[in-house]
């Protein structure tokens, strides 16, 4: 896909199916695709990030990450988009407990699972809140 279709949403990281940045769709369900040969995905449909947005406009879920500012590097969004997209299209209203699970093959080295968690929320519909909890545990000493 990277280097023949010149689709570089897919990004090539760890080539060992453990980060999630090369997530795509295939006939609608997330997988790696560096775990793939491209014969297995023949006569199959393929869906990179790349297809998501149509006539120009991103989707719910694309607009919500630019809302919530859900990408820090940017390098493991694309994954984190595609696996999310899956799980919105099956339950367009899912928990965090969902969302959480649906990105659960999914690694962001910056720590910017909170925002994505809201960007998810807020593509179902649900209102999120952008804030910082503090919690003490000064009273467990």
Do not use: W
């Amino acid at each position: 896909m990277r280097d023949h279709a010149g689709l570089t949403g897919a990004k090539e990281v760890c080539d060992r199916g453990t980060c999630g940045a090369c997530t795509v769709l295939l006939d609608g369900e997330p997988v790696y695709a560096c775990m793939m040969l491209a014969i297995q995905a023949q006569g199959r449909e393929i869906t990179t990030v790349e297809g998501l947005a149509r006539n120009g406009n991103l989707t719910a879920l694309q607009e919500a990450f630019v809302d919530k500012d859900a990408s820090m590097c940017g390098y493991c969004t694309p994954g984190f988009v595609m696996s999310l997209t899956a799980l919105l299209r099956r339950n367009p209203h899912p928990t965090p407990a969902d969302i959480h699970h649906a990105c659960a093959g999914n690694l962001c080295r910056c720590g910017t699972q909170p925002r994505i968690v809201q960007a998810a929320l807020q593509a179902s519909g649900v209102e999120v809140l952008s804030r910082t909890e503090v919690i003490s545990y000064a009273h467990l000493a």
